[in-house]
């Protein structure tokens, strides 16, 4: 898993580790909705909660592939990334080196990797070994807005924008890459009452801190998205849809993302009727079942066995 914790990265780390049929075998670190830094602490701190400090934490990007200064969005997701929740100091958040990220693909032939940040490490890792990074099975990304507004322009989604060139890269050189964009993960709706049924029906340490988490969240996209009752969860649809790919409807098209500034992230896909399916298997998910998600998601995090998908 690449990401960047965020409030909603922080939560698809909790669904992965609480999930039964994902076994998480290596979590990348990276800048993107705060710092490298702070996100570090942050999947450090998740860990702990969860007792699975053995999974290997990987030191990814401090800053996209263009060498810019990256913009980071505490408005949303706090200062330090988990809303109003501080990690406390002694978690430290060690990283290993990226090439970590090799032997762990040469562990597991039958490996996913599932990229819910700016995709900069995992162009890193094309740029450092692409005959390794070609092994990997598939590829579940959490970005891209098509046909539909953006979350930080009026055309782009923030993965995305953030850093173009390695999305471009990415999408140029792989296979069997499925793209979940906000065209379904804006519908992935969480409010307050669902997660306060969460937390008083879960019994682990670890879901004991997404009331607060989840409330600030909301709470600064009712300032975004005037009426919303409750906040999309972005990465989780991502994993969700990864262990039940019949509950949203995809189509197959080649994309690219723009790199010009005015138009900088927007996603660019030919939908006309006569145009041709994705010649490198790329599929966008472009609805979600949102009854089935919402089920799910109580299931997962409560920690009742839904089975292995």
Known sequence: MFTDPGIDDSIAIMYALLHPG???VGIVSSYGNMSKKDATKNIAYLLHLAGKTDIPLIGGATRPLSGKIPKYYPEIHGEEGLGPISPPDYIKGDLLNFSQVFDIIEKHPDLTIVDVGRSTSLATAIVLSSEQIGKIKQFHIMGGAFLTPGNVTEYAEANFYGDPIAVNLFLANYKNITIVPLNATNKGIITKEIAQYIVQNANNQLVSILQPIIDYYIDAYKKLVPGIQGAPLHDVVTLFLLMNPGMGSSISRDVNIERDDKSRGQSIA??????????????????LNYSKFVEDFIQVMIGRNIGKK
């Open 270 to 287: 030919d939908f006309r009727p006569k145009s041709q399916p994705s010649k490198n298997n790329i599929n966008i998910y472009m609805d």
């Open 22 to 24: 994902i076994k998480l």
